[in-house]
């Protein structure tokens, strides 16, 4: 399945009857993706009984149907997104982003956590460039951090984004390591060869093999900080975070 390279661990089911025992013997889960054309229970069947169980914001739902159904033959179940068949992969993607990024309200109106943090940027204004060649990849980025206030410049690989910072000073850099033409351990070094230390961007590593040793590339390469694929929003904001926090005192040794 395509959701496996994306970080996620899928349970594929035949039926909405096993769905319905897997959650009644208690196993968790953070979203559910239905088909609306299933045999003995179809998706409108099983959205009722999954939300006589869990709430939207316990878990949410995703419907699949070739319908073109806009989600009234669910009712009262709270689904958080329907797509028409055959599905796009970066249609999937992009739902699945606005899924987990969005609070979902449940029946109580209750707001998940981590809805406080759209107003990060006007707390931590920091000029952000994103080094990453994968335009899903891209996309997914730009929309994490589009709901924390901040506009992002794209750079498809390591010439790129030396251009980039050539032209503009940008306070942070998320750098992919795995990119064509200069990757990011690459660009990282050359970055530093042109640029003190005081006067660089911050620049977070962005890779897809959680290896050990794999950070100490990273750091040895210049790089600042190092988050693992896939990306997701509290990583993001604990790197920016941390970012602001530096960059501010880099200012004050300045000063």
């Given at each position: 399945?395509?959701i496996?390279?994306?970080g996620m661990?899928?349970l ?5 009857k096993e ?6 013997k208690?196993?968790k889960?953070?979203l559910?993706?239905?088909d ?6 179809d998706?409108?069947?099983?959205a009722s009984e999954?939300r006589?169980?869990?709430?939207r914001?316990?878990l949410p739902l995703l419907?699949l ?5 806009e989600?009234?033959g ?6 958080s997104?329907?797509?028409v068949?055959p599905?796009?992969i970066v249609?999937l ?6 899924i987990?990024q969005t609070?979902q309200?449940?029946?109580?109106n ?5 809805s406080t943090?759209?107003?990060l940027?006007?707390?931590h204004?920091l000029?952000?460039l994103l080094?990453e ?5 891209q996309?997914?980025?730009q929309?994490l951090?589009?709901r ?12 790129e984004?030396l251009?980039?910072i050539?032209?503009h000073?940008f ?8 990119m064509p033409e ?9 970055i530093c060869?042109l640029?003190?230390k ?16 794999d950070s100490e590339?990273?750091?040895q ?10 990306i997701?929003?509290?990583a993001i ?9 530096e ?9």
């Amino acid at each position: 399945l395509q959701i496996k390279n994306w970080g996620m661990i899928p349970l594929a089911l035949a039926s909405g009857k096993e769905a319905l025992e897997h959650l009644d013997k208690g196993e968790k889960f953070d979203l559910v993706i239905l088909d609306v054309q299933m045999p003995e229970m179809d998706g409108y069947e099983l959205a009722s009984e999954i939300r006589k169980r869990y709430n939207r914001s316990q878990l949410p739902l995703l419907a699949l149907t070739s319908l073109g159904d806009e989600s009234k033959g669910f009712n009262g179940s709270s689904v958080s997104k329907t797509l028409v068949k055959p599905t796009k992969i970066v249609a999937l993607f992009e739902a699945l982003v606005e899924i987990f990024q969005t609070p979902q309200l449940s029946g109580d109106n209750v707001k998940s956590e981590g809805s406080t943090e759209s107003n990060l940027a006007k707390d931590h204004p920091l000029r952000i460039l994103l080094a990453e060649d994968l335009p899903i990849n891209q996309r997914v980025a730009q929309l994490l951090l589009g709901r924390l206030g901040y506009t992002t410049e794209i750079a498809n690989n390591g010439i790129e984004a030396l251009e980039s910072i050539n032209r503009h000073p940008f306070d942070v850099v998320f750098m992919d390591v795995q990119m064509p033409e200069m990757d990011g351990l690459t660009c990282t070094r050359e970055i530093c060869k042109l640029y003190s230390k005081e006067s660089r961007p911050w620049i977070i590593a962005m890779t897809a093999n959680a290896l050990e040793g794999d950070s100490e590339l990273c750091l040895q390469a210049g790089m600042n900080d190092y988050i693992c694929k896939p990306i997701n929003s509290k990583a993001i904001t604990d790197a920016l975070r941390r970012a602001s926090k530096e960059l501010s005192l880099r200012s004050s040794a300045k000063q």
